[in-house]
């Protein structure tokens, strides 16, 4: 019996021996098997995140933030105690205790699983799981998976520390709100650091992991509060709260950024502007995309913050006063359903949720409306952001009588004298409130209109190249094509200056004699025959007056004179173009290029010739300190010295390259000066300091610009259709063009001031009279007397005219300088007044040359 009894035992005992060695050896087998060709869970040890780049001021202030996953990484030793231990208690309440998986918690969800026949299958996975799930693995439910989950766990626990796990999983984890990490979350949730964090805040965000589109702050409020007052419960359970700070608590409403509680984190970054958009463009050529984007590059802008938005506000200004003055309403493109117009609640969420343009301030902010009504002569409107008052908001019939409703059929109507001559129920448009200059009282809203006219705008200082401000458009919500780089227009006559730089360089000198004649050239397309914007001819003129006055056909007599090929090369030396055509129509600016080359070019001839790379980044740093990118690479010991004698500032050594003599950038200048001082800019640039520079228009007007500069700054403008076509008879770069320059400059002198433009060593002054360049005494003055300056070692010849190569009829019609008189008086030292003779004409020239 004895022996019964212990064989049956002993049989129970090895098939329980062997069903357990069986289950132990298909269990090995299985984590043998999946675990041959997992992920290395070492590289964990050297992740780094994906972050936020950031973009800073010169003044440290973020002006722009790009990510793919909005994330900002917090160190383990940064992240509060309090958040960590909300987590925990949520997730993993044995993090602190497990070896990467936790059984019970496994088995438990089995038998819910079970017993709910499969409709509650909840996961188990611990915090380090959900590492290897995110890092790792894919996130699908499945036991194979599963299986990978628990090995990779069991791994990583022998590999890192449990926190560098939780540093990884609070720094990974996806928190709703394109938000990535607790620390973006408490941002964009509470606009808290993560040490400011109240109990119930920090049970918040650990509420949300599990599902954050189910636990919305508002959309699913109350949800959202019963998940945070459990986790409350659980950090209780464990020990992390006492009772009564749990009461507190979890008395504590709900609140969020996004149910205005507070205000969003936003609200402190201003929009988004061509500016850091083109610092994005450029960056991701430079770093790839991929760094860009989630590399937490720290990047420090060269925009000056009091600047850009007068930048804005000066182009934005000649934009709309062109397309008012044409006086044609264009029918709106953005409308609203009637049946959404008759509940303020139903019309604000919809006017919410229109793409219109919310970036404009110009004369005060411009507000996107929708008209609500149409009356018998105003139209009442629904302002975002605007509260409704008791007699509510209206378009006025005298607001509106400047302009004509041109519909999408193309035809013009009447001119307006009722609000409903151009408004319909259901457009949205913009609006500004018009108010008293005298104490700012409300006066009225103004109707008004994004211009389709569009132009460019940027700032740069001479010497290093940085960007100091840039607008590429009227609203950058509106298009965000970046006219200022990315455009590619002719400049027109202001290209000349590179014409007349390769000609001075050459030998000739400001006061040399070009004829303005007319000319035939046999082209492919056809006989061409270029002509000055006067439509008249001037005879033989000194170079100044030929750039003062912008002549097309000494222009063109130049280059023939100097080549082409030459001409190209330096306009290719100055950046202009990479590889410009050697057509003598390039001559006056036919080929295109963008204003911020123009802009960057114009600058080596205000810095003495010296070679400029324009940016809008000073320096870029990696997400841990270390510099990247620094722009300024001048040398300077000195600078590494702890300390210098007093008064005694540090060396800098300029390793830049010279591009031009510094003699022919100074007799450059010399000439653009008169551009602006009676030249085609006189009328329009006026500025307290000197100021030189040129305008550009090309044929009918297509693209008008005017770029200048002074002794520090330089600043450059174009005006144009998107699709090129004639601006108006009257349009010009002086007129259109001008106005910008002057109205940043007057800012841009004031705060960075201005001086006389260096005068290079080797070279001296000889007076002439620069409209007949006839050499006068050392003592002349008078309005036409101006002094030259010439390079010492070379004897200016008097009298000697350059054709081009191009014949001259002895009957060409030459009219003489428009009110320059046909003799010129000036003032010698001895106090007496001579006469300079009449205006060189072609019998002087061919009875024994110039005067």
């Excluded at 599902?211 to 959309?219: E, F, G, K, N, T």
């Excluded at 506000?313 to 049946?339: H, M």
């Excluded at 040398?635 to 390793?655: F, H, R, T, V």
Aim: contains cysteine; charged residues 25%.
């Amino acid at each position: 019996m004895l022996r019964f009894i212990l064989s049956f035992f002993g049989g129970i005992f090895t098939t329980i021996t062997m069903a357990i060695g069986m289950v132990a050896l298909t269990v090995g087998a299985v984590f043998w098997m999946y675990g041959r060709d997992l992920p290395s869970h070492e590289s964990l040890a050297q992740y780094s995140p994906p972050t936020i780049s950031r973009i800073y001021s010169g003044q440290g202030q973020i002006i722009d933030e790009f990510a793919k996953e909005r994330r900002l990484f917090a160190p383990a030793d940064t992240i509060p105690d309090l958040v960590k231990q909300a987590f925990i208690s949520a997730e993993d309440k044995n993090f602190y205790v497990h070896d990467g998986y936790d059984l019970r918690g496994i088995g438990a969800a089995a038998i819910d699983a079970v017993r709910s026949r499969g409709r509650d299958v909840r996961g188990a996975s611990t915090i380090t799981q959900q590492v290897m799930k995110n890092f790792l693995l894919s996130g699908d439910r499945q036991a194979e998976r599963k299986i990978k989950e628990i090995i990779l766990a069991a791994r990583l626990e022998e590999t890192l520390s449990k926190e560098q796990i939780l540093e990884l999983y609070l720094n990974e984890i996806f928190l709703g709100q394109n938000s990535y990490g607790v620390a973006a979350a408490s941002q964009t949730y509470f606009n808290k650091p993560l040490s400011d964090l109240a109990p119930h805040e920090a049970a918040f965000l650990a509420s949300l992991p599990k599902a954050p589109s189910d636990y919305h702050p508002v959309r699913q409020k109350d949800r959202l509060k019963a998940r945070r007052d459990f986790v409350l419960k659980e950090m209780i359970e464990n020990g992390y709260l006492d009772r009564a700070t749990y009461e507190v608590e979890v008395a504590a409403p709900v609140k969020s950024v996004q149910n205005g509680d507070f205000e969003s984190f936003k609200a402190e970054l201003p929009p988004r502007d061509y500016f850091t958009d083109e610092i994005r463009r450029q960056l991701t050529d430079d770093f790839g995309e991929g760094e860009f984007f989630t590399g937490g590059l720290t990047v420090r802008a060269t925009i000056d913050q009091e600047l850009q938005p007068v930048a804005a506000a000066s182009l934005r200004r000649a934009l709309e006063d062109y397309d008012r003055a044409q006086g044609i309403w264009r029918e709106a493109s953005i409308k609203i359903a009637p049946e959404q117009l008759e509940d303020e609640a139903l019309w604000r969420a919809a006017l919410s949720e229109t793409k219109i343009a919310r970036d404009i301030d110009l004369d005060g902010p411009w507000y996107p409306a929708v008209v609500l009504s149409v009356g018998a002569k105003d139209a009442r409107i629904g302002i975002e952001g605007v509260t409704e008052d008791e007699d509510g908001h209206f378009i006025t019939a005298n607001d509106v009588t400047w302009a004509r409703k041109k519909p999408t059929d193309g035809k013009l109507q009447p001119k307006a004298k009722t609000a409903g001559d151009l408004l319909e129920v259901g457009d949205v448009v913009h609006v500004r409130a018009i108010t008293k200059d005298e104490d700012g009282t409300f006066v009225r809203w103004s109707l008004r209109q994004v211009p389709r006219v569009q132009g460019g705008f940027v700032a740069m200082d001479v010497n290093t190249g940085r960007v100091l401000a840039m607008q590429g458009g009227f609203s950058y919500q509106s298009s965000v094509f970046n006219r200022a780089t990315q455009a590619k227009r002719q400049p027109g006559s202001s290209f000349k200056p590179f014409v007349y730089a390769s000609a001075l360089d050459s030998g000739y000198s400001p006061a040399t004699i070009v004829v303005d004649a007319p000319i035939e050239i046999n082209t492919p397309q056809g006989l061409w025959r270029p002509r000055n914007a006067s439509n008249e001819f001037y005879g033989p003129t000194p170079l100044r007056t030929g750039i003062e006055r912008s002549r097309n056909l000494m222009t063109i007599r130049l280059a023939q004179e100097v080549g082409m090929d030459v001409v190209a090369d330096y306009a290719e030396r100055f950046g202009v173009y990479d590889n410009m055509g050697t057509f003598l129509a390039n001559a006056l600016g036919s080929e295109e290029t963008t204003l911020y080359r123009m802009v960057a070019a114009y600058a080596m001839f205000a810095n003495g010739g010296e070679r400029v790379q324009p940016t809008l980044v000073d320096r870029v740093q990696d997400r841990y300190g270390k510099t990247i990118y620094r722009h300024d690479d001048r040398l300077c010991y000195d600078c590494e010295l702890a300390s210098l004698d007093p008064g005694i500032p540090p060396k800098i050594i300029s390793n830049r390259e010279q591009v031009m003599d510094p003699v022919t950038a100074y007799q450059l200048t010399s000439m653009m000066r008169g551009v602006v001082d009676r030249g085609t800019a006189s009328r329009t640039v006026n500025l307290p300091v000197p100021t030189a520079g040129k305008t550009g228009t090309t044929n009918d007007a297509k693209d008008v610009w005017f770029v200048g500069f002074t002794s520090n700054i330089v600043a450059g403008c174009y005006i144009g259709y998107d699709q090129p076509r004639s601006l108006g008879r009257g349009a010009s770069g002086g007129g259109m063009c001008g106005p910008v320059f002057q109205r940043f400059m007057e800012q841009a002198t004031q705060k960075y001031g201005g001086g006389p433009f260096e005068v290079p060593p080797g070279g001296r002054f000889i007076k002439i009279d620069r409209y007949t360049g006839a050499r006068l005494d050392d003592s002349a003055t008078g309005e036409t007397v101006v002094a030259e300056y010439f390079r010492d070692g070379e004897q200016p010849i008097f009298g000697l005219l350059y054709d081009g190569g191009f014949a001259m009829g002895a009957n060409l019609p030459l009219f003489k300088e428009v009110g320059s008189g046909q003799t010129t008086e000036v003032t010698t030292s001895t106090g007496e007044t001579t006469t300079v003779g009449p205006k060189a004409n072609f019998g002087t020239l061919s009875s024994g040359g110039l005067y």
